[in-house]
């Protein structure tokens, strides 16, 4: 039976003192747990499911190590009231049944983890609008000889950022799990096109561009390309990322609700709207000479 409940009421408050475990798993002998001290900041309800119809507490929780104090988000379930006897392994009738209870939890957060089937790689589809922009700025680049000036405008971190704030403005109910994964997503999709834009994004006629605006600039190449780079990222993600190899148990179901954030993206992207005014048109590309002197002059 699942440890998670509904309340009406936080059950811990702030500037209570608070207990949660952790867990030393020897698979090859006795495993072992103990709890740490903490304390309350602050108590927040959230949305668990995109229907709002369930929610939990969860709250911010101050943990004074030895040498700086952390602050992390935890689940009411993980927290335990705080007993003297249970922070010092004492044992008794109630810190038995609270370690129970916290091998409970444990165990069960490991089961759904395993139950999620986490796919080989990202499963995508490219939207039909999007496959057309790639194939037109490929005859661009490739066959004519043409290339963008940069910087683009909106950037690859304009565009992001504005899809993110418009899905969280229409899905006012989102949960607090999907709002993460959404966050995850943003976070490493901007890192991916940093670092994996040269190597595996650009055709080799527009490396020379990219050394002079890159290399030798100040700017992240978030902050200077645009949605025709951004494209070419998201539908080459499946080759990029393995996620099996990422699909550790207490971040499978972030990797699972990726695909659907991407795709959102990719949907959001492919709309007539947005092609029209993020993607440059053909008379904006230029041979690489006229790109390239400009910039020296």
Same mark, same amino acid.
């Given at each position: 039976?699942?440890?998670?409940?509904?309340?009406?009421?936080?059950?811990?408050?702030?500037?209570?003192?608070?207990?949660?475990?952790?867990?030393?798993?020897?698979?090859?002998?006795?495993?072992?747990?103990?709890?740490?001290?903490?304390?309350?900041?602050?108590?927040?309800?959230?949305?668990?499911?995109?229907?709002?119809?369930?929610?939990?507490?969860?709250?911010?929780?101050?943990?004074?190590?030895?040498?700086?104090?952390?602050?992390?988000?935890?689940?009411?379930?993980?927290?335990?009231?705080?007993?003297?006897?249970?922070?010092?392994?004492?044992?008794?009738?109630?810190?038995?049944?609270?370690?129970?209870?916290?091998?409970?939890?444990?165990?069960?957060?490991?089961?759904?983890?395993?139950?999620?089937?986490?796919?080989?790689? +990202? %499963?995508?589809?490219?939207?039909? #609008?999007?496959?057309?922009? *790639? &194939? $037109?700025?490929?005859?661009?680049?490739? @066959?004519?000889?043409?290339?963008?000036?940069?910087?683009?405008?909106?950037?690859?971190?304009?565009?992001?950022?504005?899809?993110?704030?418009?899905?969280?403005?229409?899905?006012?109910?989102?949960?607090?799990?999907?709002?993460?994964?959404?966050?995850?997503?943003?976070?490493?999709?901007?890192?991916?096109?940093?670092?994996? +834009? %040269?190597?595996?994004?650009?055709? #080799?006629?527009?490396?020379? *561009? &990219? $050394?002079?605006?890159?290399?030798?600039? @100040?700017?992240?190449?978030?902050?200077?390309?645009?949605?025709?780079?951004?494209?070419?990222?998201?539908?080459?993600?499946?080759?990029?990322?393995?996620?099996?190899?990422?699909?550790?148990?207490?971040?499978?179901?972030?990797?699972?609700?990726?695909?659907?954030?991407?795709?959102?993206?990719?949907?959001?992207?492919?709309?007539?709207?947005?092609?029209?005014?993020?993607?440059?048109?053909?008379?904006? &590309?230029?041979?690489?000479?006229?790109?390239?002197?400009?910039?020296?002059?």
């Amino acid at each position: 039976m699942s440890e998670r409940k509904e309340r009406t009421r936080a059950l811990f408050k702030k500037g209570q003192k608070c207990l949660t475990p952790r867990f030393e798993v020897d698979y090859g002998g006795e495993d072992r747990i103990h709890f740490e001290q903490g304390e309350v900041m602050r108590a927040e309800k959230r949305v668990l499911d995109d229907n709002g119809e369930e929610s939990m507490y969860f709250y911010l929780i101050k943990f004074s190590g030895s040498k700086k104090a952390t602050e992390v988000w935890m689940e009411e379930p993980d927290l335990f009231k705080y007993d003297v006897d249970l922070l010092h392994d004492v044992s008794t009738e109630a810190t038995l049944e609270a370690k129970r209870r916290a091998w409970r939890i444990y165990k069960e957060k490991k089961e759904q983890m395993r139950m999620i089937d986490v796919p080989e790689h +990202l %499963r995508l589809r490219v939207p039909p #609008r999007m496959k057309k922009e *790639l &194939y $037109d700025e490929y005859v661009s680049v490739v @066959e004519c000889g043409q290339i963008l000036p940069l910087p683009r405008a909106p950037t690859v971190s304009d565009i992001v950022e504005n899809w993110n704030k418009k899905v969280v403005e229409e899905v006012e109910s989102m949960s607090f799990e999907t709002r993460e994964a959404v966050a995850i997503v943003v976070k490493n999709l901007l890192e991916y096109f940093n670092l994996g +834009l %040269r190597q595996f994004l650009l055709y #080799r006629s527009e490396l020379p *561009l &990219y $050394d002079k605006v890159i290399v030798e600039g @100040e700017k992240e190449p978030v902050d200077v390309y645009g949605a025709e780079h951004l494209v070419r990222l998201l539908v080459k993600l499946p080759e990029l990322v393995c996620v099996r190899m990422m699909a550790l148990p207490d971040n499978a179901k972030y990797i699972v609700m990726a695909e659907d954030v991407i795709q959102d993206l990719m949907s959001y992207l492919s709309q007539p709207e947005q092609l029209e005014t993020l993607f440059a048109p053909s008379q904006e &590309y230029k041979q690489c000479y006229e790109v390239m002197s400009h910039i020296a002059t």
